[in-house]
């Protein structure tokens, strides 16, 4: 006897009540936001208005709200990832801040195959939608991950391209004498016809000048001769510069000269005949990451001479004679060697007020200075003895610039005065301590100038979504032919003015809003005895450190009065004047 199996039931699909289960992002349209890249400045870039203005069409031809202002990374490489705005944007999406993120084209995501990649999967992963504006493919799709692949590899195919034709045009400009770049030098001119250059333009040369060799100026060709000379004699930096200031010369891009602009200049070897190029091997280095995966990271970083290979350059020198050229350039190298290489590996300060000094007469850094070698006291943890170590106005040594003439204040005492200041600050009694604390809330709220602004900035928000919105209805009346198309490009032009105004207003009052210092809550007692108690026994590193948890600016005033020599001025008081009332009238 057969038994008849009954068949299963279909699936039952409840259906949720209609505001009853549903997920928010059933309830709203998607939003997106708008991500530009430019590598470069220049007269043929693709704008960032255009990208936009793609982006911008794609989302309102898929019922998209673009809610945020677009984020722009501009004068940024796509093969690089670290300097640009992807960790804000990834950041974003684990925050469910947006839905779609919407390019021009894949491009403008990136031009390294691997890494774009893995930055597109972390934003899927997180269900972020990618699309780009004029190559919109479905990447939920195996064929549409298969397009944007294949359009990020184009990408990066491209960009080796480039890599490739300036490598050749670099070798084809060293065969033939040339320096790397067509830029001008100091000591140096091209014709008298040919404008001068001018940072972001194209350089115009005619053709007599289009071979790119340069010719020695009569002026200041001499001049760079002399620097060479003076260097190579052991005359101070400060000496050179100073005179050349007051003498009136200019750097290239006609600014008054400093010892970096000094030495930038001499360290080319151009004014002695060299063009130099980079080692290759040292343009970038090998970045190991957490996963254990390698990649090659472009090194910026200022690079001593050693860093170059010189050859001999198609241009005259400055000095006709060769082998005092040679004699002259041993002499510099030598000289400039005899530098300790630290100089030329970090720009971290390193002492313990490095970056905290000011000047009092011009609000200028300060900057540290060893005695000569023949008097300097035993090392200190490795590091020069607080009494051999001046810090003097930075704007004095340079150019002499500052209208008080410098002031100098030795290390030890700098450090002195700081600890008994910090003495003071942890030996505060309780009374004391609330009334500061009930003065500086006071403060904070009368003289927070944040308040003002961000109240502004509000307003023009509104204003602008307002004008924005009388924009779509001027195209709605223009579509549906109830005005007249020359009373609308009037009307659209007032609409512009005013948006333009607005915007440049919102521009300058972000740009005072990061500005305007923060003023901070002042650390409990305890928290400053701590502070004491570490710097009593800490490192110039630990110390420095500690300080720029606590202070804000120390203020260096002339005399030798140890009373009088400083001020510190911590984060919970607001920030001083840049020079004294009295100097100021």
């Known amino acids: 006897m057969s038994t008849t199996v009954a068949p299963a039931p279909a699936p039952i699909r409840l259906r949720p009540a209609e505001s009853d289960g549903l997920p928010e992002t059933f309830k709203r349209r998607k939003r997106g936001i708008i991500y530009v890249r430019v590598s470069q400045a220049r007269a043929d870039m693709i704008s960032p208005e255009l990208q936009v203005g793609h982006a911008q069409a794609l989302a309102d031809a898929n019922d998209i709200d673009v809610t945020l202002e677009p984020i722009m990374d501009l004068g940024e490489s796509g093969r690089e990832f670290e300097e640009r705005k992807i960790e804000e944007i990834k950041q974003m999406a684990r925050n469910k801040e947006f839905d779609v993120l919407i390019l021009w084209i894949w491009s403008r995501f990136g031009r390294n195959l691997r890494e774009s990649l893995q930055h597109l999967d972390a934003l899927m992963d997180y269900g972020v939608e990618v699309r780009a504006a004029k190559e919109d493919f479905d990447g939920k799709t195996t064929i549409g991950r298969f397009a944007i ?61 289009r071979p790119g060799i340069l010719n020695v100026d009569p002026v200041t060709g001499p001049v760079l001769a002399q620097m060479y000379r003076d260097y190579a004699a052991g005359i101070s930096v400060r000496k050179i510069i100073t005179e050349l200031n007051k003498r009136g010369f200019m750097t290239f891009v006609g600014k008054p000269w400093t010892s970096g602009d000094l030495h930038a200049t001499l360290d080319t070897g151009f004014g002695l005949g060299f063009v130099r190029y980079l080692i290759p091997e040292l343009g970038h280095k090998v970045i190991t990451r957490e996963d254990g995966s390698t990649k090659k990271k472009r090194v910026n970083r200022q690079r001593d ?31 400039r060697m005899a530098h300790s290489s630290k100089r030329f590996n970090t720009n971290q300060g390193r002492y313990s007020l490095s970056g905290h000094l000011r000047c009092y007469g011009c609000g200028g850094r300060m900057q540290p200075s060893l005695r000569g070698k023949k008097y300097r006291r035993p090392l200190v943890d490795g590091l020069p003895n607080p009494l051999d170590v001046t810090f003097r106005c930075a704007n004095h040594v340079d150019n002499m610039s500052c209208p008080e003439n410098g002031v100098y204040v030795s290390l030890a005492v700098a450090e002195k005065r700081f600890q008994l200041w910090l003495e003071q600050e942890a030996t505060m009694d309780a009374a004391t301590a609330l009334k500061l604390a009930a003065r500086m809330a ?61 915007l440049n207003e919102c521009a300058e009052l972000q740009d005072k809003i990061q500005n305007v210092p923060k003023v901070v809550e002042r650390p409990d007692q305890q928290r400053i005895t701590t502070a004491l108690e570490v710097y009593s026994v800490a490192g110039q590193a630990d110390r420095r450190e500690l300080v720029g948890k606590l ?29 004294r009332p009295a100097l100021a009238a």
């Open 442 to 502: 006071k403060i904070r709220t009368q003289g927070d100038e944040n308040d003002d602004l961000l109240k502004r900035l509000s307003q023009i928000e509104t204003r602008l979504a307002d004008v924005r919105r009388e924009e779509d209805k001027l195209t709605d009346a223009v579509l549906e032919e109830l005005i007249s198309k020359d009373a609308a490009r009037r009307k659209r032009a007032d609409l512009e003015t005013q948006k333009n105004a607005l």
């Open 305 to 335: 001479i050693t860093a170059y290979l010189y050859y001999g350059g198609a241009h005259k020198a400055v000095i006709d004679d060769p082998v005092e050229c040679e004699r002259l350039w041993d002499a510099y190298t030598k000289r």
């Open 551 to 579: 202070v804000r600016e120390i203020r260096v005033y002339p005399g030798k009065d140890a009373e009088g020599k400083i001020e510190v001025y911590p984060l919970w008081v607001a920030p001083p004047p840049k020079v």
């Open 149 to 209: 692949a294949q359009m990020l590899n184009i990408a990066e195919l491209e960009s080796n391209q480039k890599a490739d034709m300036w490598r050749d045009t670099f070798e084809r400009r060293r065969n033939k004498g040339l320096p790397h770049a067509n830029r001008g030098k100091f000591g140096y001119y091209r014709c008298l016809t040919c404008p001068k250059w001018e940072f972001g333009k194209k350089l115009e040369t005619c053709p007599r000048c």
